[in-house]
């Protein structure tokens, strides 16, 4: 598997952050990392666990799991919940803020950004002198394919 140099320094970052909290270097915790990094979408644990279980069989539920909830603690992933009540992770994109359309027939999730819904957001926190510290934009309806399929019933 091959892993792009910004992917790399990730990884590199996450080695740092795993030393200073006393974590040995595991080559199924690297395996499920890269796999994870080089992805680069919206795993829940159970489907990250499918995906990696056939490049090694070896490799448990609970070490998915427990990777995924590191790379989050250290900065690398993010939690999304996005009504349906399954918990994904995706790499965090530094200084690439994005918002998410989410279809509620099937599922697909498709990122996205707009600086003008950036820049009114700014404006809404400075009219009520807000100081925003982080935000998720999520957009719930149907996509194109299934739309398509609900004007063909």
Do not use: W
Not at 43 to 65: A, D, G, H, M
Not at 112 to 122: A, G, R, S, T, V
Not at 138 to 150: F, V
Request: proline share 1%.
């Amino acid at each position: 598997m091959k892993v792009n140099f910004k992917k790399q320094n990730r990884l590199k970052e996450f080695s740092k952050d795993k030393s200073k909290i006393g974590l040995k270097n595991s080559q199924k915790r690297t395996l499920i990392i890269e796999y994870f990094l080089h992805e680069d979408k919206h795993f829940s644990v159970e489907e990250l666990y499918n995906e990696i279980k056939k490049i090694s069989s070896e490799i448990s539920y609970s070490t998915v799991y427990r990777t995924l909830k590191l790379l989050t603690t250290c900065g690398l992933a993010d939690e999304c919940n996005f009504d349906d009540g399954i918990t994904r992770f995706e790499p965090v994109h530094k200084a690439q803020h994005h918002d998410h359309l989410i279809c509620k027939r099937c599922g697909k999730i498709i990122e996205f950004k707009n600086n003008e819904i950036e820049k009114l957001q700014q404006d809404v926190a400075k009219k009520y002198k807000f100081s925003i510290k982080f935000h998720r934009l999520a957009l719930y309806g149907l996509c194109s394919e299934c739309k398509k399929k609900q004007r063909g019933n």
